[in-house]
């Protein structure tokens, strides 16, 4: 593997879900904090969010003070769709009038000692107080069965209206309703509030007009600063469910855009087909899905609604409407994307733990959604990894020394040039938050409550130990001798 060194193209690939965007959050105030150079960063999953913001020297609003991160639990999120509520409400109204006469009962029953000890020392004040009692039943009867039947009636009623307006709306769009019991409209204001703050440039509003206004706003940004400090490019990678793979969205500068394009490409293509497989945020009316894509990072398979985005004419899936989900669901963590846009050397920021150990928590709905958020996660990062390293290797091995001094190799069934290059991996030791507890959870072993503050820090401490301090900050390391051959051919060290 290539020496780390700053001069090389650089890559920062974020991959995981739910609480792992916390991580991801620590490990960029590190890089943020110790000047480390990235020239393009890569999301998946949550990462999506953290590329997101890295892009545009953001860091700050996504793990400083008042930032994305900052006091953020699953109802910052997350809730229960609005006819839920109300069904929910309906039915807990109707469960308590139906609970109602035992819970007097039981009343009664603590306050019988007392009536004795009264009627004791008051004789008759029991009859007197309670003599009327046997007339209660006939008078509350109606009011009861009223009371128990208008909640029933309210929750029948919604419910037909519902099925009603939604079939009088667009019939074909019916199913679409019943995909998932939550919300995740908190999530997209939370992310489009903190987005529109680091690229509303000079624009006094404190809201974008809509998310296509916020997405021509971020792309112009990045676009009209790619070089300078804390600006990088972009790559986004939410999972397409009607093609079954990872749509990458990319924000490159020319030269790492055609790059891009020709290690994509698959034989003979039109230059009007753009970007092979990729949607380029820089082309016209493409750069309004910028936030279609980020927010896919916010809605975890299994729990959250997928995003439904209609593409404009006259590019990639030209007039179509595609469900995007989080990028975890997809093959891969973003390594060949990296690779493709020409990244010289990549750092891969993941919440899984290189040793897999069975979760903390693993009964119940949102366990069993954790566990495999948690396997798809790993898979992911592992299949991409180790294809990666063993690519390393067959170059190292068989390939020869190009022009640019890193070792290359042509695979002569594709013909394919394959290059070799740095690969660095940021990931905790153990995790105890699943992708899904944002409101944190208790460590059985510690009996220590851990938050997703606890992981932003975690993931700051991280960086420096396996990345910072060994391989950005390790002392150079000496030129290895050189061996030639002299005029009687004998190899001569220099």
Same mark, same amino acid.
């Given at each position: 593997?290539?020496?780390?060194?700053?001069?090389?193209?650089?890559?920062?690939?974020?991959?995981?879900?739910?609480?792992?965007?916390?991580?991801?959050?620590?490990?960029?105030?590190?890089?943020?904090?110790?000047?480390?150079?990235?020239?393009?960063?890569?999301?998946?999953?949550?990462?999506?969010?953290?590329?997101?913001?890295?892009?545009?020297?953001?860091?700050?609003?996504?793990?400083?003070?008042?930032?994305?991160?900052?006091?953020?639990?699953?109802?910052?999120?997350?809730?229960?769709? @609005? +006819? /839920?509520?109300?069904?929910?409400? &309906?039915?807990?109204? $109707?469960?308590? *009038? #139906? %609970? =109602?006469?035992?819970?007097?009962?039981?009343?009664?029953?603590?306050?019988?000692?007392?009536?004795?000890?009264?009627?004791?020392?008051?004789?008759?004040?029991?009859?007197?107080?309670?003599?009327?009692?046997?007339?209660? @039943? +006939? /008078?509350?009867?109606?009011?009861? &069965?009223?009371?128990? $039947?208008?909640? *029933? #009636? %309210? =929750?029948?009623?919604?419910?037909?209206?519902?099925?009603?307006?939604?079939?009088?709306?667009?019939?074909?769009?019916?199913?679409?309703?019943?995909?998932?019991?939550?919300?995740?409209?908190?999530?997209?204001?939370?992310?489009? +509030?903190?987005?529109?703050?680091?690229?509303?440039?000079?624009?006094?509003?404190?809201?974008?007009?809509?998310?296509?206004?916020?997405?021509?706003?971020?792309?112009?940004?990045?676009?009209?600063?790619?070089?300078?400090?804390?600006?990088?490019?972009?790559?986004?990678?939410?999972?397409?469910?009607?093609?079954?793979?990872?749509?990458?969205?990319?924000?490159?500068?020319?030269?790492?855009?055609?790059?891009?394009?020709?290690?994509?490409?698959?034989?003979?293509?039109?230059?009007?087909?753009?970007?092979?497989?990729?949607?380029?945020?820089?082309?016209?009316?493409?750069?309004?899905?910028?936030?279609?894509?980020?927010?896919?990072?916010?809605?975890?398979?299994?729990?959250?609604?997928?995003?439904?985005?209609?593409?404009?004419?006259?590019?990639?899936?030209?007039?179509?409407?595609?469900?995007?989900?989080?990028?975890?669901?997809?093959?891969?963590?973003?390594?060949?994307?990296?690779?493709?846009?020409?990244?010289?050397?990549?750092?891969?920021?993941?919440?899984?733990?290189?040793?897999?150990?069975?979760?903390?928590?693993?009964?119940?709905?949102?366990?069993?959604?954790?566990?495999?958020?948690?396997?798809?996660?790993?898979?992911?990062?592992?299949?991409?990894?180790?294809?990666?390293?063993?690519?390393?290797?067959?170059?190292?091995?068989?390939?020869?020394?190009?022009?640019?001094?890193?070792?290359?190799?042509?695979?002569?069934?594709?013909?394919?040039?394959?290059?070799?290059?740095?690969?660095?991996?940021?990931?905790?030791?153990?995790?105890?938050?699943?992708?899904?507890?944002?409101?944190?959870?208790?460590?059985?072993?510690?009996?220590?409550?851990?938050?997703?503050?606890?992981?932003?820090?975690?993931?700051?401490?991280?960086?420096?130990?396996?990345?910072?301090?060994?391989?950005?900050?390790?002392?150079?390391?000496?030129?290895?001798?050189?061996?030639?051959?002299?005029?009687?051919?004998?190899?001569?060290?220099?």
């Amino acid at each position: 593997m290539p020496d780390y060194s700053p001069k090389r193209r650089t890559a920062l690939v974020f991959t995981g879900s739910g609480t792992a965007g916390a991580y991801h959050a620590g490990v960029l105030k590190a890089l943020d904090e110790s000047g480390v150079k990235v020239d393009l960063v890569v999301g998946s999953g949550a990462g999506a969010v953290a590329a997101a913001f890295a892009a545009v020297a953001g860091g700050p609003k996504l793990y400083g003070p008042g930032g994305f991160w900052d006091g953020l639990r699953w109802a910052s999120l997350y809730r229960l769709r @609005p +006819a /839920l509520r109300v069904a929910v409400l &309906l039915l807990g109204a $109707a469960f308590g *009038v #139906f %609970l =109602l006469p035992l819970i007097l009962a039981l009343g009664a029953g603590l306050l019988f000692p007392l009536l004795l000890v009264a009627d004791v020392v008051v004789p008759g004040l029991s009859a007197r107080l309670f003599g009327g009692l046997d007339a209660a @039943p +006939a /008078l509350l009867r109606q009011p009861y &069965l009223a009371s128990l $039947a208008i909640p *029933v #009636f %309210l =929750l029948s009623a919604l419910a037909l209206g519902f099925v009603g307006r939604l079939l009088l709306r667009d019939r074909r769009r019916f199913a679409e309703a019943f995909e998932s019991f939550l919300d995740a409209t908190p999530a997209a204001d939370r992310l489009r +509030a903190a987005l529109w703050e680091v690229a509303r440039g000079a624009t006094l509003s404190t809201a974008p007009d809509s998310e296509a206004d916020l997405g021509r706003r971020y792309v112009g940004l990045v676009s009209e600063n790619l070089g300078q400090p804390g600006f990088r490019e972009l790559i986004l990678r939410p999972a397409d469910l009607d093609a079954g793979s990872a749509l990458p969205f990319v924000l490159l500068g020319d030269g790492p855009r055609a790059a891009f394009a020709t290690a994509r490409g698959r034989g003979s293509r039109s230059r009007v087909e753009g970007l092979p497989g990729a949607v380029d945020l820089r082309a016209p009316a493409y750069d309004a899905l910028f936030f279609d894509a980020v927010v896919t990072g916010l809605l975890p398979p299994f729990v959250a609604p997928v995003r439904r985005v209609a593409f404009p004419r006259g590019g990639l899936h030209a007039g179509e409407n595609r469900r995007l989900a989080d990028g975890t669901l997809a093959a891969g963590c973003g390594l060949s994307e990296a690779l493709a846009a020409g990244a010289e050397q990549i750092l891969v920021v993941t919440a899984a733990p290189e040793s897999a150990s069975p979760p903390l928590r693993r009964r119940g709905p949102r366990a069993l959604a954790d566990g495999i958020l948690g396997a798809l996660e790993r898979r992911s990062v592992e299949e991409d990894i180790a294809t990666a390293e063993r690519i390393n290797r067959i170059v190292e091995t068989v390939g020869h020394r190009a022009e640019d001094g890193r070792r290359a190799w042509q695979d002569p069934a594709t013909g394919r040039v394959f290059r070799s290059f740095g690969l660095w991996v940021v990931r905790p030791e153990r995790r105890v938050l699943g992708p899904l507890e944002l409101d944190g959870g208790r460590d059985p072993a510690s009996e220590v409550l851990e938050t997703p503050a606890d992981l932003l820090e975690r993931g700051y401490r991280d960086a420096y130990r396996q990345f910072v301090e060994p391989v950005v900050g390790a002392p150079p390391e000496p030129p290895r001798p050189q061996v030639v051959e002299s005029e009687e051919g004998q190899p001569v060290e220099l």
